[in-house]
Every structure is written in C-alpha cells, then in structure tokens.
C-alpha cells in the first residue's frame, strides 16, 4: 500500500509565529498536495505539484507557502501563523494518470 | 479548470433506506476518471470507487455507481444505509489537467 507520512501529527503554534508541516512519500507519484479540513467543511487545496522544486498555487494560497525540494517530500509553511488558520491539514499523492489520491493521517493545528 | 459539483453538503437518513449522493462534474476532457472517497472521523480519506467506462456500473463495499457522460454524473448509492456508513464523502475527478479536483463533500449521517 502506498505510504504519505506527515509530521508533526499535531501542534500548537503561537499567532505570528512560523509553522512548517513536512510531508513524505514513498509512492514515486509525481503529484502532492496540501488540503485543509476545517470542522463542517470538506478537503480544501492549498498547494500542489507535480514536480520537484516546483509548486503550484490551489484554491486557497493565501497565508501558506509551499516547497517541493525532491519528489518524495512537500512541506507547507505558514511564516505569520493565524488563528483562522487552526485546521486540520492532509498531504497527499497521487500518480498523473489513473489518478488515485493517498492520503496521510492529517497533522492538526491549532493556532492560538 | 475542470470542477466537481456535490449539491448536497448533509443527508440525514435513517438505517436501512437507500443512499444516494449526487456528483455531477465538468470537464473538457472526453474521458475523465471520476472517483468517491470516503472519509471516516479521525481517519485518512480513502479511495471508495472509481469510475469505469461511459455507462458502466462499478462496485465495492456495497456502493455503487455509474459514470454517465451524457449528463457529467457519477452519483453514489447504496441499497440500505447502515450506521457505519456515516462519514464524508467526496465526488473527484481527474481530466485534462492530470490534477484531481474534489468537490466539496457530502457528509452522511445515518441514525437508527
């Protein structure tokens, strides 16, 4: 079974402060993403790529930056973390073709 | 771009009636890939289906669904709703672009 690993699982930042969420595959897929969930809303994309050292902006870019250094690991950073940007946050992966979205566990933030 | 439309943000049913979700979508692409994911409290989004060709049916864990190209459809449905059943559910799709596009999700909630 394909594998995406987040860290940290969970965290509590500071407002203002910054915040790196790291993200690892080990599927070979060309593409990543990072989705926010937030309570009574459904998976919302942030960032994705499609190859190293290559970012694209998603739906909702603002306030996160991404960095793509190899094809195995995605990081999002929030350099001025926000209390509306408590979320819990998924990365994902999947190969271009056919399609098939992996996700990992999800790394909750809470921003206070 | 390519979007992927679920009309319905909560359906509330009681166990043992039918399910059906609705997924309709958009696309320049003449064969998307159309896919359901399910996404259970405090776990990972995981692959539920994913579409075959124009008018097929395809199968898994007792959902079921068909992809219509006549009118950009892939609903979900289920014969008996079961209490396990209640989660996200998000329509997806893959076109053109090689990015996979979520809709907004449908959360189910099944009550005795």
């Known amino acids: 079974e394909a594998a995406v690993t987040q860290s940290p699982r969970s965290k509590v930042a500071v407002t203002g402060g910054k915040v790196t969420l790291s993200c690892h595959q080990t599927n070979n897929h060309d593409y990543m993403y990072w989705y926010r969930q937030d309570t009574g809303h459904g998976l919302r994309l942030i960032h994705y790529s499609y190859v190293a050292d290559s970012t694209e902006k998603g739906d909702i870019p603002d306030g996160y930056k991404a960095s793509r250094p190899s094809q195995e690991n995605f990081s999002l950073i929030l350099e001025l973390a926000s209390l509306s940007q408590t979320a819990v946050y998924f990365c994902a992966s999947s190969v271009g073709t056919g399609g098939r979205v992996f996700f990992g566990k999800g790394t909750r933030l809470t921003v206070v | ?112």
């Open chain 2, 1 to 112: 771009g390519d979007s992927v439309t679920q009309t319905e943000g909560l359906v509330t049913l009681t166990e043992g009636l039918p399910v059906m979700l609705n997924c309709t979508y958009q696309t320049i692409y003449s064969n998307p890939f159309l896919f359901w994911y399910v996404h259970y409290l405090n776990e990972s989004p995981r692959l539920l289906l994913k579409s075959s060709t124009d008018n097929k049916r395809t199968e898994h864990q007792g959902f079921h669904a068909t992809l219509h190209k006549s009118s950009s459809s892939f609903h979900l449905q289920k014969s008996s709703a079961q209490l396990s059943d209640s989660a996200l559910y998000y329509c997806a799709a893959l076109g053109n672009t090689d990015k996979v596009v979520f809709g907004t999700g449908t959360r189910l909630q099944v009550s005795p």
